[in-house]
């Protein structure tokens, strides 16, 4: 589990890791990680947020009994109390991540932007992507999951249907002509900035922690 503070100075970010109960927000990329007791003793029910990828991955433990099964529903169920079922939010990323851009290490980038999307980053669109093409690893796929992910949070019941629709990796995002996820946007730059973002509940003090679990 990752650990990340988000200040307008370095002065105000006065510790490396997240106390109990002071999270703002779980962006879990992987279901088991945030379920797990370290990530859920971050969170407190009057102000945190959970983004979860409900996507169930075999663990560790597949490997040493091949009978091992992923309590997917009771790992979903300890979230939601311990945050409020209003403040819960589950998307299968993984299975849209690969569907929309062809490949699973899309998720995390996905997951960040449909965070974003709904106003629990308080980071600027334009920051995330400029650090996405300062990091210099797959640029372009990053950046291209974020804003997919921006996607999937202002349509979620659109998103629910790009899952059965054929897959077109690396390309649906720049066609408009045909019935696919990427007909929904003719320019991906203008309509992703475009799109209207949920309220900011930040306020001007806005070191607050976010624990992050990404994954293992």
Not at 22 to 49: M, P, Y
Not at 166 to 187: E, F, L, V
Request: proline share 5%; with cysteine; net charge positive.
């Amino acid at each position: 589990m990752t650990h990340v503070r988000i200040a307008a100075r370095q002065d105000d970010i006065y510790a490396v890791r997240i106390a109990a109960g002071e999270a703002d927000l779980i962006l879990g990329c992987d279901l088991v990680v945030a379920a797990g007791d370290e990530a859920l003793t971050r969170l407190n029910e009057k102000i945190s947020h959970a983004v979860i990828n409900s996507h169930e991955s075999a663990t560790a433990e597949f490997t040493r009994n091949p009978d091992a099964q992923v309590p997917g529903e009771a790992m979903r169920q300890a979230l939601v109390e311990a945050v409020g079922a209003d403040k819960t939010h589950f998307i299968d990323a993984t299975r849209l991540a690969t569907r929309l851009l062809g490949d699973s290490i899309a998720t995390n980038l996905f997951m960040l932007g449909f965070a974003w999307q709904m106003g629990l980053v308080p980071v600027s669109a334009e920051a995330i992507e400029q650090a996405i093409e300062l990091n210099g690893v797959s640029v372009e796929l990053n950046r291209q999951a974020f804003r997919w992910g921006r996607r999937g949070a202002h349509r979620r019941e659109a998103s629910r249907r790009w899952c059965v629709r054929p897959s077109r990796p690396n390309r649906c995002a720049a066609r408009s002509t045909r019935s696919s996820p990427g007909a929904w946007i003719s320019s991906p730059v203008t309509r992703a900035r475009a799109m209207p973002v949920a309220t900011r509940r930040w306020s001007s003090a806005c070191g607050r922690p976010t624990a992050v679990p990404t994954r293992r």
